[in-house]
C-alpha cells in the first residue's frame, strides 16, 4: 500500500510538473516576435531609405546624361557652324530648342542657348533676340538687335520689316519710313524665299501701295492668318466689303462688314459677341446699328455710355431742319425736291393699291396719269 501510494504521489508529481512547464513557454514567445517585429521594422526602413538614395542618384544621372546629350548637340551643331558653309537646318534645330524653352517659361535659358549661337552665328542670333524683344513689348532693344542683324548682312529684309513694325509701336513716322525703304532695298535677296510673295506684299503695304501689296497676297502661301488679317485691311480700304467678310473671323470686323452690306441683324449678332470685351469700340458700332433697326432705346444707352468716356466719339447731334418752319423755304423744297421724277412715281404706286376698286378704271387712270407726267 505503501508503495502504490508512493506511486501515486510520483506520478501526481510528474503530472504537475506536465502541466506547469507550458504555463512558462509562452513570456520568451513574446519577447523573441517583438525582437523579429523590431528587425524587420529596420530592415524596412532601411530598404526605404535606400531605394530613395537609388532614385535620387538615378535622377541625378539622367538629369546629367540629359545635359551631356543636349551639350553634345549643341557642340555638334557648333562644329558644323564653324564650317564656311553653314546650312540653316543645322541652325534651325538649336534655334526650335531655344524658342520651346521660352515657351515653357524659361527664358534666361533660351537667351543663354542663342547667344552661344551667336558666336558661330551673330546675326541670326540678333534676329531672333528681336523677335522675343518684340514678344515681351521691347520695341526699343528689339530695334537695336535687328540693327545688328542688317548690319551682318543676314536677314536683311526680314529684320527690317520687324524692325518698320516696332517704329509703328513707337509711333516714330521717320524711323517707320526709313525701315520701310530699307526693306524694299533688300528684299530682292529672299526671292528664292516661299514667304517672298508675303514679305513683297508686306513691303509694298508698308510703303502705302496696297494695291500692289493684294497681288502678293493673293499668291502668298505662308503666314495665313497675317496675309488675311492684310487682305481684309486692303479691301475694307477700296470698299469690298463682301470680299473682307471672307479674309476674316473677327467678329467686330464681321459686324462693321455686315452693316456696311446693310445686313443690321447679322451685324447686331456679331458686335454683341464683343461689346462686353469692348464697350465703347464695340457699343458704339452697335448703338449705330441699333439705330438702323429702330431700337433707339438700346442704341441711346450705348450712346450715353460712350458720351461718359469718350466724348469725341462719334459726336451725334439730332437736330431739326432749319427750314422745317420757315415757310418760303419748305416751298423752295418741296419745288427741287418734293414734286421730282421719282418721288411722283413712288406716290403714284403708293397709293394706286387703294384706289383698286375696278381694275380696267384704275389702269385708265394710270395711263391718263402717264400721259400727264
Request: glycine share 2%; charged share 25%.
Amino acid at each position: 500500500m505503501a508503495d502504490e501510494e508512493n506511486k501515486e504521489q510520483s506520478d501526481e508529481e510528474v503530472i504537475v510538473i506536465e502541466e506547469e512547464e507550458p504555463e512558462q513557454a509562452p513570456p520568451p514567445q513574446k519577447s523573441n516576435n517583438k525582437l523579429l517585429l523590431i528587425v524587420v521594422g529596420v530592415l524596412a526602413l532601411l530598404i526605404i531609405i535606400a531605394m530613395i538614395v537609388l532614385l535620387v542618384v538615378v535622377l541625378k544621372k539622367r538629369a546629367k546624361k540629359d545635359e551631356n546629350f543636349t551639350n553634345q548637340q549643341i557642340k555638334k551643331i557648333t562644329q558644323k557652324l564653324s564650317k564656311r558653309h553653314i546650312p540653316k537646318k543645322d541652325i534651325q534645330s538649336l534655334i526650335k530648342k531655344a524658342n520651346i524653352l521660352y515657351a515653357k517659361g524659361k527664358k534666361l535659358e533660351a537667351l543663354q542657348l542663342l547667344n552661344k549661337l551667336s558666336i558661330y552665328s551673330e546675326a541670326l542670333s540678333n534676329y531672333n533676340l528681336g523677335v522675343i524683344k518684340i514678344r515681351e513689348k521691347n520695341y526699343t532693344e528689339a530695334i537695336n538687335y535687328f540693327n545688328k542683324a542688317i548690319s551682318d548682312r543676314d536677314n536683311r529684309c526680314i529684320s527690317a520689316l520687324n524692325a518698320a513694325y516696332c517704329s509703328i509701336k513707337l509711333h516714330n513716322k521717320k524711323l517707320f519710313d526709313y525701315y520701310a525703304h530699307l526693306a524694299e532695298l533688300y528684299l530682292p535677296e529672299e526671292s528664292g524665299s516661299k514667304s517672298y510673295p508675303f514679305y513683297y506684299a508686306l513691303t509694298q503695304y508698308y510703303l502705302g501701295r496696297e494695291f500692289e501689296s493684294l497681288a502678293g497676297l493673293i499668291r502668298s502661301k505662308t503666314y495665313p492668318k497675317e496675309t488675311k488679317k492684310l487682305k481684309t485691311a486692303i479691301y475694307n480700304l477700296y470698299d469690298d466689303p463682301y470680299n473682307a467678310i471672307d479674309n476674316t473671323k473677327e467678329p467686330f470686323i464681321l459686324g462693321i462688314e455686315y452693316a456696311r452690306i446693310g445686313e443690321y441683324e447679322l451685324a447686331k449678332k456679331q458686335l454683341e459677341k464683343v461689346a462686353q470685351a469692348f464697350p465703347l469700340k464695340a457699343g458704339v458700332a452697335l448703338a449705330l446699328v441699333e439705330l438702323k433697326l429702330q431700337e433707339y432705346q438700346t442704341a441711346a444707352n450705348h450712346l450715353t455710355y460712350a458720351k461718359k468716356h469718350d466724348k469725341i466719339v462719334y459726336p451725334i447731334k439730332v437736330t431739326i431742319k432749319p427750314d422745317t418752319f420757315d415757310i418760303k423755304a419748305a416751298q423752295q423744297t418741296f419745288a427741287k425736291e418734293f414734286l421730282n421724277k421719282d418721288q411722283i412715281y413712288n406716290i403714284l404706286f403708293y397709293y394706286a393699291p387703294y384706289k383698286v376698286f375696278n381694275l380696267n378704271q384704275t389702269i385708265s387712270y394710270l395711263q391718263k396719269g402717264s400721259f400727264g407726267l
